[in-house]
């Protein structure tokens, strides 16, 4: 039995930027709402440099926590954490 495999030029990853959060406790709670309500996502931290905590306005924290989900996803994950203190909603359709 012989099987081919054929390879598209269609776009695999659908993941996208959905949200910015500044501190650990609200990571976690973000996690289990997600983890609740099985959205799929990948979670990208950056530690911010001195500079940037002195001159950006969004924060002055020292990590920076982006949260990836699925294009999908995205319309639901904002209804459910519309309310939710302190993260920042990145993604825009």
């Given at each position: 039995m012989?099987t081919?495999?054929?390879?598209?030029?269609a776009?695999?990853?659908?993941?996208?930027?959905?949200?910015?959060?500044?501190n650990?406790?609200?990571k976690?709670k973000?996690?289990?709402?997600?983890?609740?309500?099985?959205?799929?996502?990948?979670?990208?931290?950056?530690?911010?440099?001195?500079?940037k905590?002195?001159f950006?306005?969004?924060?002055?924290e020292?990590?920076?926590?982006?949260?990836?989900?699925?294009?999908?996803?995205?319309?639901?994950a904002?209804?459910?954490v519309?309310?939710?203190?302190?993260?920042?909603?990145?993604?825009?359709?």
């Open positions: 012989s081919t495999v054929s390879f598209t030029g776009k695999v990853n659908n993941e996208t930027p959905f949200c910015r959060v500044y650990l406790e609200t976690d973000l996690e289990k709402i997600f983890y609740k309500n099985r959205i799929s996502f990948f979670v990208h931290w950056e530690e911010r440099g001195f500079f905590r002195i950006n306005s969004e924060s002055k020292r990590l920076v926590f982006v949260f990836l989900i699925h294009s999908d996803e995205v319309d639901r904002t209804n459910l519309q309310d939710m203190q302190g993260l920042k909603i990145i993604t825009v359709k």
